[in-house]
């Protein structure tokens, strides 16, 4: 692809953007030569106050990795090395490979369309109580599964049959279009299981509000029922965990989310539109008849999981099961979800392969071998992370570890920050510092390792978390055990591409996908 030309250009902007660093660098020249050192290889420099995201949006160009002066301008850190050999790599130089990639954005945040009064955005401390809801049934659904050991399966035994079958929502969506004529329709988008749903009119007793216009089916010449005695109406047993229901002989959904919040309505069949030239003319979704939760105004849930119902199964043909996504690194930025045939080989991203303890379930699961704090691997044996296992869930806000693994963290990151003031904690997080007092503050990077040899650096967006400056928190918990399993959340996933290639049986992680 690239000729003399564009090698040359490539050459200078890289020689410009070291000499730029270098100079950026020399400020630090004043300290003593090993705590210089110290500092750049294993602390990151925070600006306390990007750690309350901006009431403005700040869009990220859809396509950040094509235009490398454009992303280095949004660039507020300064990671200057890294996010060089990453431009120059540029694993999106690829023009023959078709994709569909469509803008994430926070919810409740500036860049959302959602983000109005009419829709109250919840506290801190109720996405974090939303957040142990969905982790409570992460854990129910798995351990009724994976019945791996005697502890796990005695465990199961004792979860009420109906609770957890599947899990609440997430912060993230996207915009997608349904229907002949097209509507637009903002949905949750997350790796969770299940199908994907939107409300459709006429509501019968109850819809909670949403911002755009209730989808209709019967304004759209493109829509069908799905009779009961399709065979796709007998799969929603396991993708929803609920037997579906007849009416008229209309296959009849229904779920319910570990938070009372559920839906259900008519199975249908309809012409999902992700960009003009992606388009699917039967896709599968729920016609939510009966809807009700903390859907914060959007207009249902697009899955992402393993089932054989869900959007990445449906859509198989054209992209084979790959798909990526970068979340934003503060409410008010924006990123991506793309899905395109071929996982990207660019040398950025280093994949982990899926691990074999959920296979058969819908989740990703990966093998947690490590964690590194400072630049210092934590001395935890990796049975501690073998026997509980891990997923990614890009809807579980905040990474959840093994006790064990937890109380190693924790020690190792209180260790590095004793220079600065500890608060009390709230809700789940319970170390958290006042940073009132500071500008900018020196954090640990922190590191996961996993199989494969792949080390994934934590932005410095996915260290904290901050209630207020004066109460800004280590984003993480402990499960209340060493056994539930454990889950990569979607704080410390922040500005990661993450690709998901299902039919490779792997998942890859590369720096700096979004702002
Ligand atoms: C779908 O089924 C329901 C219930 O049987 C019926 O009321 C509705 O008119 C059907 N819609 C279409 C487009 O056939
Ligand atoms: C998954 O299912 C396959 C086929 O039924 C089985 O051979 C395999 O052992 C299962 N894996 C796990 C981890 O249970
Ligand atoms: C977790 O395991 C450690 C030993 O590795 C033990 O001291 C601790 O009590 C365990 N925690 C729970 C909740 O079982």
């Known amino acids: 692809m690239a000729t003399p030309t564009t090698s040359f250009l490539r050459f200078l902007f890289l020689s410009v953007l070291v000499f730029l660093c270098t100079l950026d660098n020399l400020g630090f020249a004043l300290q003593p030569r090993e705590l210089e050192s110290e500092h750049l290889t294993h602390m990151h420099t925070l600006n306390v ?48 490979n078709k994709r569909a990639s469509l803008t994430v954005v926070d919810k409740h945040g500036p860049c959302s369309q959602l983000n109005q009064d009419k829709v109250k955005a919840p506290t801190m401390t109720e996405i974090l109580e939303q957040d142990q809801s969905r982790v409570n049934s992460i854990h129910a659904r798995l351990s009724k599964t994976l019945g791996l050991n005697g502890l796990r399966a005695s465990k199961a035994t004792t ?12 912060n993230y969506v996207v915009t997608i279009g349904l229907g002949t004529p097209k509507r637009d329709l903002t949905l949750i988008f997350d790796t969770g299981s299940d199908i994907t749903w939107t409300q459709c ?18 304004k759209s010449s ?22 579906p229901r007849c009416s008229s002989s209309t296959c009849v959904y229904s779920i319910q989310y570990g938070d009372k919040s559920f839906s259900m309505g008519f199975f249908g069949k309809e012409k999902l539109t992700l960009t003009s030239s992606d388009v699917f003319k039967k896709f599968l979704f729920g016609c939510g008849k009966k809807n009700q939760g903390l859907f914060g105004g959007a207009a249902g849930l697009l899955r992402l999981g393993r089932d054989p119902l869900s959007l990445i199964q449906q859509t198989t043909t054209k992209y084979n099961r790959v798909f990526s996504y970068c979340l934003p690194s503060t409410s008010s930025a ?26 058969n379930t819908s989740f990703y699961g990966l093998n947690t071998l490590g964690i590194t704090v400072g630049g210092k691997k934590l001395s935890i044996a990796t049975s501690v992370f073998s026997n509980a296992g891990t997923v990614i869930d890009s809807g579980t806000v905040i990474t959840r570890l093994p006790q064990d693994a937890y109380s190693a963290l924790k020690a190792a990151f209180k260790a590095k920050m004793k220079s600065y003031p500890l608060t009390s904690g709230f809700s789940l997080l319970d170390t958290c510092y006042d940073l009132s007092k500071y500008k900018t503050v020196s954090i640990p990077k922190i590191s996961f390792l996993f199989s494969g040899n792949v080390k994934v650096d934590l932005d410095v967006s996915g260290i904290l978390l901050a209630q207020k400056i004066s109460q800004v928190c280590l984003a993480f918990a402990g499960n209340s055990d060493n056994d539930s399993i454990g889950i990569f959340g979607n704080v410390q996933q922040r500005r990661l591409e993450v690709v998901y290639d299902v039919a490779g049986g792997r998942v890859g992680f590369g720096p700096a996908g979004c702002t």
Do not use: M
Request: hydrophobic share 20%; net charge neutral; glycine share 4%.
């Open 334 to 359: 924006t990123g991506h979800l793309t899905f395109e045939k071929t996982a990207s080989s660019s040398s950025a991203i280093k994949f982990t392969p899926l691990s074999k303890l959920t296979e």
């Open 201 to 218: 009119r006429p509501c019968s007793k109850s819809c909670y509000q949403q911002k755009e216009p209730t989808f209709d089916p019967s």
């Open 222 to 243: 493109t829509y069908s029922n799905i009779s009961c005695s399709s065979s796709v109406c007998s799969q929603l047993s396991s993708a929803t965990g609920y037997s």
């Open 49 to 96: 106050n990007s750690l309350i995201p901006s009431t403005t949006c700040s869009p990220s160009t859809k396509e950040s990795f094509d235009d490398p002066s454009n992303h280095y301008g949004n660039e507020p850190n300064y990671a200057c090395p890294i996010q060089i050999s990453f431009f120059l790599d540029g694993w999106k130089d690829k023009s023959s």
């Open 159 to 170: 979860i009420p049959a109906k609770s957890g079958s599947t899990i609440g929502s997430s």
